[in-house]
């Protein structure tokens, strides 16, 4: 473990996590990429159940609130899902262009930073701090006007019912944000 980086796993408690693109790039910057970043995650939530209280995935970094997964830990989870995002931004770009069509989308050297910050929520103010903070980034970053217009965010879940690729239950009450169960 990294000197000075302490995560504490095995309290279930949730999780907020971040993590960044490689030297902060706009490696998520197009639709395609974030809906497959979506994939993989909801692969990852089935494969080690955990529930995903909140995410939003911005052009260069992801904010996530999750429960401790079932199987594994965070660390896991993270190693796995960046895994397999950077292996299919690479074969996705290797097989367009040995077709010599455009290619699917400039595949990056690096995508993502090595390490990612772990906070542990441990009381309901905190959780609906950093659900408030999560879905306000879009709109602070000025790629939309409100958050319901980011279709990259677990928002439109909560206060509308929105179906996202997480198959949380959330609904929207006296403005709160509140989860109901993962299937």
């Known amino acids: 473990m990294t000197k000075g ?14 993590w960044s693109c490689y030297r902060r790039q706009p490696i998520l910057g197009t639709a395609t990429r974030r809906d497959l970043l ?14 995903v209280y909140g995410y939003v995935i911005m ?16 660390s896991v989870v993270m190693k796995v ?7 299919q931004i690479k074969e996705r770009h290797q097989s367009t262009a040995s077709t010599k069509r455009q290619p699917w989308e400039n595949a990056p050297d690096a995508v993502w930073q090595k390490r990612f910050y772990d906070f542990s929520v441990w009381t ?18 000025g790629l939309v006007g409100q958050p319901d217009q980011w279709k990259w965010s677990s928002f439109r879940a909560y206060c509308f019912g929105v179906r996202t690729f997480f198959t949380a239950s959330f609904f929207c009450k006296g403005g709160d944000f509140v989860p109901t169960s993962n299937a």
């Open 5 to 18: 980086l302490h995560r504490y796993y095995g309290t279930h408690d949730s999780h907020f996590i971040t």
């Open 38 to 51: 979506l994939e993989i995650l909801e692969q990852a939530r089935r494969k080690y159940r955990f529930v």
């Open 59 to 74: 052009p260069e970094h992801v904010h996530m609130l999750i429960t401790e997964p079932e199987e594994g830990d965070p």
């Open 81 to 87: 899902v960046k895994q397999r995002f950077a292996r």
């Open 124 to 141: 309901e103010h905190k959780r609906i701090e950093k659900l408030r903070y999560m879905h306000r980034n879009p709109v602070k970053r």
